[in-house]
Structures are given as C-alpha cells and as structure tokens.
T-cell receptor, first 108, second 117 residues
Framework: RKEVEQDPGPFNVPEGATVAFNCTYS??????FFWYRQDCRKEPKLLMS?????NEDGRFTAQLNRASQYISLLIRDSKLSDSATYLC?????????WGAGTKLIIKP | SQTIHQWPATLVQPVGSPLSLECTVE??????LYWYRQAAGRGLQLLFY??????ISSEVPQNLSASRPQDRQFILSSKKLLLSDSGFYLC????????????????FGPGTRLTVT
C-alpha cells in the first residue's frame, strides 16, 4: 500500500459547482498535512495546511479524519482558474510524502 | 519575503554528459533544502535533503549527487547522465533547521525540465 494515495482523476466539473476529493495515508503517527496545487509544467504551490479542527480559506475547505486516515479538500463555486492538479502531502517519520495528485478540470 | 531561484529552466543533454543544476534561496537563513524529481504524471520523489552546509542526505541510490557549498545554495550534479535521469527537477526549502523539521511545509523553485537524449 502506498503511503499517500489519491484518485488521479481527472475530475471534470462545470464552473460554479462544488467538488471534493480525498487522500488516504498509511502512517497513523503522521502529524502534518497539506494540500498543494500544481499547474501544468509548473512547481507545486502550497494551497493550505490541514489542521485537526479543519480549516477554511475562502472557497476552499480542508478536513482531517484521523480515525479513517484521510484528508479531504472541498472547493465551492469552482472557477476556471481552479483547473490544476491537487497534491496531497503527509509527513511520515519527519519527511513529507507526496501523493501523485488529483487532476481537476473546470469546464465553462 | 523569501524567494527561491533555479536555473536553467529547461535543459537538453546527451547521454553521458555531466549535469549541474543550481538553486539559491533568498530572505531566510539556515533553511532545510531539498531536491526532488517528478517524472511525467507521477508524484514527487525526494532525491536529497540538506540540513546545513556540507550536510547532504540521499534518499535513493542513483546517478546523481548534491552539494551545499553555502547556506543558501544547493547544487545537483551528475558526472554522466542516463536516459532515466530525464524529468522535472525541483528545489525546495523549508523553515526550521535540522532533520526534525523536514515535516514542515516546503516552498519550491520554478524547476528545471531536463531531457536526456
């Protein structure tokens, strides 16, 4: 089993819709969780950290479920500019483990 | 604010040629530094990390080496490139100093796209 797993997608979503995707992790001792966004042929950029209580940043909401060992990202009122690959990142033994990403395509 | 630079942006090299990619960070001191490779459609693979000048840890056996001659400079090298070395090479930094801080969020440079022919 991979340490961090994501559905590769693509998720094809109409503009204005709400979309959510999950990421599962294997190390129950993990303490840090992040979502990054990567545009085509660009570097990953930190979207948000994921806290135990969940956190929200504008249209984006991240949740952590320790019991089931997954984190989620919800995007509301999706915009064309949200089209990207979303990378789930989890720490394991003091290093970051990267998921392969979920590709999101927002259609007009 | 912190800035991370990488160059060159793209590189096409023949098999067997040497490689040198450079990364520099501005606006922070004593960062942890990282080299990653991303193959097409794949996740990031950590190649090397450094917690200080001259301190390099390798995560996977490979044809590459890394050096940190200055606090905010990280270099990725190879003496002879292989076809399998092709990929998108990313340098990143994180705050905190030391191995225990590798779980902090990381910030990336623009990357170098290497094609070995």
């Amino acid at each position: 089993r991979k340490e961090v797993e994501q559905d590769p997608g693509p998720f094809n979503v109409p503009e204005g819709a709400t979309v959510a995707f999950n990421c599962t992790y294997s190390n129950s001792a993990s303490q840090s969780f992040f979502w990054y966004r990567q545009d085509c042929r660009k570097e990953p950029k930190l979207l948000m950290s994921v806290y135990s209580s969940g956190n929200e940043d504008g249209r984006f909401t991240a949740q952590l479920n320790r019991a089931s060992q997954y984190i989620s990202l919800l995007i509301r009122d999706s915009k064309l500019s949200d089209s990207a690959t979303y990378l789930c990142v989890v720490d394991s033994n003091y290093q970051l483990i990267w998921g392969a990403g979920t590709k999101l395509i927002i259609k007009p | 604010s912190q800035t991370i630079h990488q160059w060159p942006a793209t590189l096409v090299q023949p098999v067997g040629s040497p490689l040198s990619l450079e990364c520099t960070v501005e606006g922070t001191s004593n960062p942890n530094l990282y080299w990653y490779r991303q193959a097409a459609g794949r996740g990031l693979q950590l190649l090397f990390y450094s917690v200080g000048i001259g301190q390099i840890s390798s995560e996977v056996p490979q044809n590459l080496s890394a050096s940190r001659p200055q606090d905010r400079q990280f270099i990725l090298s190879s003496k002879k490139l292989l076809l399998s070395d092709s990929g998108f090479y990313l340098c990143a930094w994180s705050g905190g100093t030391g191995a225990a801080y590798r779980g902090l969020e990381q910030y990336f440079g623009p990357g170098t796209r290497l094609t070995v022919t």
